[in-house]
Nanobody
Framework: QVQLVESGGGLVQPGGSLRLSCATS???????????MAWYRQAPGKQRELVAL???????KSADSVKGRFTISRDNAKNTVYLQMSSLKPEDTAVYYC?????????WGQGIQVTVSS
C-alpha cells in the first residue's frame, strides 16, 4: 500500500520560512526515483493548484506565484520530496498536498496546513 505523509507545516509569520517534507512508503527506492513528484495546494474556496513539481530526471517547474521563493527537491535515497518555502506571504496560506505520479498511477498525501499570519 502506497502512502505519502506530509510534515513540516504550521503557522509562520509573513516573510518567514518553512520546509515541507513528503515521505513515501510502499514504493521501493528503485521505483520511487521514476516517479514525478509534486506539491499542490488548496486555499479555502479555491481550486487545488500546482505549486511545484520535480521529474524523475530532476527537472523542476514552479508556479509563477512561488518562483524565486519556493524550491522543490527530492532525496531518492530517502524516498522523500521536499518543498522549501521562504518569503512566505499570507496568500500562501493553504493545505499543501504531496502528489506522486507514474504513468496511470497517482497517489496523494492527506495534506498539511500552512498558515501565514502575523
Amino acid at each position: 500500500q502506497v502512502q505519502l505523509v506530509e510534515s513540516g507545516g504550521g503557522l509562520v509569520q509573513p516573510g518567514g520560512s518553512l520546509r515541507l517534507s513528503c515521505a513515501t512508503s510502499g514504493i521501493s527506492g528503485i521505483i520511487f526515483r521514476l516517479y514525478r513528484m509534486a506539491w499542490y495546494r488548496q486555499a479555502p474556496g479555491k481550486q487545488r493548484e500546482l505549486v511545484a513539481l520535480i521529474t524523475n530526471e530532476g527537472t523542476t517547474k514552479s508556479a509563477d506565484s512561488v518562483k524565486g521563493r519556493f524550491t522543490i527537491s527530492r532525496d531518492n535515497a530517502k524516498n522523500t520530496v521536499y518543498l522549501q518555502m521562504s518569503s512566505l506571504k499570507p496568500e500562501d496560506t493553504a493545505v499543501y498536498y504531496c502528489n506522486a505520479q507514474l504513468g496511470s498511477l497517482e497517489y496523494w498525501g492527506q495534506g498539511i496546513q500552512v498558515t501565514v499570519s502575523s
